[in-house]
């Protein structure tokens, strides 16, 4: 029934994935993008705050210096001094902004890979349609997802009530404290609410990547019919392959039926690999008209006997043969002796001299 209504009841397969993965299609969650990115600030603006701070001091006081200030300002006095700041609050904010461009990178990279496409750059004239728009805001999915947002905004502020309840006392003998005892604990402060918050983020990202990747499933859900048209399609290409193998199959069984009968002998391991030899007076050295391992050596070996071809087994002449020589070409010279061996044997049986 379900496959008469053109229900959605089927996993999503490998193919389906991958070409949504090329359109840019991905389970991306941003609120753990965001809550990654928060966390990566934090810890920078701790670690490069009093660097940063020396920086700039050092800059405002060159500019609150008498040498400075001395003098009515003139254009050409306040061109250098505004380009040195820039420069100054340039290399200050650099490496803080470089590091965040990083993490924001590493992020995704976590939650989708390495990937890119460029259809998702694509402009989707369809996204211009203002009556599809309006449903888009006023659908199920983002009604669910605000909801969601004010419960996450609930959840913080009651987390971050939590713990300045807990810390009112500290809080209530701040005004009794001396300037850097009360900046000192204000930190503190600040660095547990910071910790608390940024733990909640986190926790809540990845919750939201798991339903994001839950929910990116469930809309490439398909059809039976889909996946039978699928199915028939990836069999398509299958039989096509099946094919092309059995011809070569046959292309290759013609030439061992023409080329084996014409061998002076068959070297074999005894079952495993199976080279066909021919030599005569206008070759330069023995030549392979056919090698062939496991179904192909027993057809060698089957040919060889109906055509009275001797075979001969010497297991390790066999591999090394099967290994290193390609049929039609001449055996490598370090096999020259092993084969002159086997052939002079051949041909005592035959009783003819080997010349």
Known sequence: MAEDLGERTEDPTPRRLSEARDKGQVAKSTDLTSAVLLTGAVVLVVALLPWMVRSMGLLLRYHLDERTLGGLPTLGRITPDLTLTALEAARVLAPAMALMALVAFLANVAQIGLHLSSRALEPKWSNLNLIKGLGKIFSKRTLVKGGLDIGKFLLIGAVAALVIVGDLPLIAALPHLHLEGAFAIA?????????????????????????????????????????????????????????????????????????????????????????????????????????????????????????????????????????????????????????????????????????
């Open 187 to 355: 930190g503190e402060l600040v660095r547990e609410l910071a910790i608390w918050i940024l733990l909640v983020l986190i926790a809540l990202g990845l919750l939201d990547f798991l339903y994001q990747r839950w929910q990116h499933r469930q809309d490439l859900r398909m059809t039976k019919h889909e996946v039978k048209d699928e199915f028939r399609s990836t069999e398509g290409d299958t039989e096509t392959k099946a094919r092309r193998i059995r011809m070569a199959r046959q292309i290759a069984m013609q030439r061992l039926q023409q080329d084996v009968p014409k061998a002076d002998v068959v070297v074999t391991n005894p079952t495993h690999y199976a080279v066909a030899l021919r030599y005569d007076q206008t070759m330069r050295a023995p030549k392979v008209v056919a090698k062939g391992a496991d179904y192909l050596a027993l057809k060698i070996r089957y040919l060889a006997v109906a055509h009275g071809v001797p075979i001969v087994e010497r297991p390790p002449l066999a591999r090394a043969l099967y290994n290193e020589a390609r049929v039609g070409r001449e055996i490598n010279p370090a096999h020259y002796e092993a084969v002159a061996e086997v052939l002079a044997y051949v041909y005592r049986l035959e009783g003819r001299l080997a010349s």
